[in-house]
């Protein structure tokens, strides 16, 4: 297993794998990129070649390529391996995996969902109890092919109906107590049916298998929708409705229609506008994201014409674009609350509303003109107090010129005047990221003695000997660095090449910890001068000073504390040295 393992991990090289993910930039030793697993503008995700390991200093997240691919893909351990095996193209002996327990009941489950969803569509097409239901589907244009595609059906309005009949066939109640479609009576003793007298939406994943269930209620019975609970198979920061279907043609199409709900989904699917998914409520997931990103990069948001719908669009859109997708945003007219009405009331319209989908800086400033009338002065400074943020965030110049110019003519007021109140939200125009020692060594992530050494990490084989053999164990209080530090020395000075991975071997799980994060680290130095030298040497010598005036301030603590002792003891003549020692040090501090 181990070796199997090491096999896939060495065929597939970490930067190519997080690559198609992410775009990557090599800068110095390491890539950089925009996190995927958290909004950032500047990159803080390192790549490492060299140690086959990714980490972020935004987020934190970290590791080899099998948590990447656990991470971005939502997988187990295991079928991650699998993933990355697929990709290496080393065939796993299924041997090497025994199912657990947990795994073999999952697959019960889906067997389990599949046969309820059977039961609810016989009750709807075939039962006089479904006939209400069907009556609905008519009434909101599903037709009959669609009912099947989607397996939809009906709950009857029964307290133990689909126990009775899973019981029936064969399966125990802890299994359907698992799936979620029983809730268990108040006195604990038995269950009763979930979904009573309620229109029944099957909840397939993207592999097609039933993982929960909707049901909408037919009459004035709240909630509206009643979903599964999660279970097993049913994790819901995971699920996407209808990417089952729509996936082949996102693929082909190369960009996903995001919807809120289910029939804003099922009615532009069966009138032709096949890539389109929904998120099921209007909290877009990072899981949801990254599950899609697995077929596209490339979203059009069409959410809801009302306020949730709109604030709700705002939400997803930041999120995928943190993502790294490409977002753009659909505006329906408010002739129609939804999708699902756009297509049944004027197929043709909803058409062109998706060819015409728009960037999401027209976006926004659409939702500023639909809320405020830049007519009326406190309005217009409502508009601007939404708008400028938003511009203040555009990275690309030319871009950015674009929207002020935009942003100028809406209220009707000079460029200039923009450009100037741009000012107060910190933007810089063009500049990089500004780099300051000071900040980064006062930063609590990393301490001067962590900084070091991540200094010495990066420097050339003489340079790093030099600052080891100025530097004493004395330096470092942090325990770990004191150890990382001690190791390095000792390896350095005695090892002809200096191999990092070679070293990180040598390191206990903590150590280890610190040098990744070390090596990872974005050095000043290195952002724009690589491997230059000069610069490093003089990065080295500014931070030796502070390292050792934070030891020679310790020594004076410790100095000053038996002085006290001393002087309590009246031991003058140890006085007299420990004070001569106080002038020495401090002299030296001062230096
Ligand atoms: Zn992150």
């Given amino acids: 297993m ?65 948590r990447f691919v656990q991470e971005i893909e939502g997988l187990e351990f295991r079928q991650a391996l699998e993933f990355l095996a697929g990709k290496a193209g080393v065939a796993l002996k299924t041997s090497a995996f025994t199912r657990s327990p947990d795994e073999m009941k999952a697959k019960k489950i889906l067997e389990l969902n599949s046969l309820a969803a059977e039961y609810f569509q016989y009750i709807l097409k075939n039962h006089k109890f479904g006939k209400k239901a069907l009556a609905y589907l008519k009434d909101r244009d599903i037709k009959d092919a669609a009912i099947d595609i989607y397996k939809i059906g009906y709950a009857p309005n029964s307290w133990d109906g689909l126990i009775r009949f899973l019981l029936k066939r ?38 097609g298998e039933v993982v929960g269930f909707s049901g909408r209620s037919l009459g004035a019975s709240e909630p509206k929708y009643l979903n599964s609970p999660e279970t097993l198979v049913f994790k819901k920061e995971r699920f996407l409705y209808n990417l089952d279907l729509a996936r082949s043609e996102i693929k082909k199409k190369k960009e996903a229609i995001l919807v809120e709900g289910y029939f804003d989904a099922i009615t532009p699917f069966q009138e032709g506008f096949k890539n389109v998914v929904a998120s099921l409520g209007t909290s877009l997931t990072s899981g949801q994201l990254s599950l899609l990103k697995r077929f596209t990069d490339t979203l059009i948001i069409f959410y809801d014409t009302d306020t949730a719908g709109i604030e709700a669009s705002k939400r997803a859109l930041n999120l995928a674009q943190s993502a790294g997708m490409d977002v753009k945003v659909g505006i329906l007219s408010d002739a129609f609350k939804d999708p699902d009405e756009a297509v049944r009331k004027d197929k043709m319209y909803f058409g062109k509303a998706l060819e015409s989908a728009a960037s999401v800086y027209d976006f926004y400033f659409e939702y500023a003109k639909k809320r405020h009338n830049v007519k009326d002065a406190l309005e217009k400074k409502k508009a601007a107090d939404f708008l400028l ?203």
Avoid at 48 to 60: M, N, R
Avoid at 418 to 446: C, D, M, W
């Fill in 170 to 207: 064969g399966y125990d109640i802890s299994l359907i107590a698992a799936s979620g479609l029983v809730v268990p009576k108040d006195n604990n003793k038995g269950f009763y049916d979930r979904f009573r007298g309620r229109l029944i939406i099957p909840l397939r994943n993207e592999r």
């Fill in 389 to 591: 943020p938003i511009i203040s965030e555009i990275t690309h110049t030319v871009h950015k010129a674009h929207y002020i110019k935009e942003l100028a003519d809406l209220l009707d007021v000079s460029e200039e005047t923009i450009v100037q109140s741009l000012k107060k939200y910190g933007t810089n125009f063009g500049a990089g990221r500004s780099y300051s020692l000071e900040k980064k060594v006062s930063s609590p992530k990393i301490s001067s003695q962590e900084y070091i050494l991540a200094l010495i990490l990066s420097s050339p084989k003489e340079l790093a000997q030099k600052t080891l053999y100025k530097l004493s164990s004395d330096d470092f209080t942090q325990e770990i660095a004191n150890a990382v530090f001690v190791k390095l020395k000792d390896y350095l000075l005695s090892k002809e090449r200096f191999l990092l991975r070679n070293f990180c071997l040598k390191l206990s799980p903590h150590e280890n910890e610190l040098v990744e994060k070390l090596h990872l680290m974005e050095l000043p130095v290195l952002g724009f001068l690589e491997e230059d030298e000069a610069y490093l040497e003089k990065e080295i010598k500014k931070i030796f000073d502070i390292i050792n005036k934070e030891t020679l301030r310790r020594k004076m603590r410790e100095v000053s504390y038996l002085l006290k002792q001393a002087e309590k003891r009246s031991d003058k003549r140890l006085v007299s040295e420990l004070q001569e020692e106080f002038l020495r040090l401090s002299k030296k501090v001062t230096k």
């Fill in 2 to 66: 181990e070796d199997t393992i090491k096999e896939i991990k060495s065929r597939v090289d970490i930067v190519n794998l997080i690559n198609e993910y992410v775009p990557l930039t090599k800068g110095g030793k390491n890539y950089k990129g925009l996190c995927p697993f958290h909004k950032e503008n500047t990159p803080s995700f390192m790549v490492s070649p060299e140690l086959q390991i990714f980490k972020c200093f935004g987020c934190d997240k970290g590791g080899d390529s099998i």
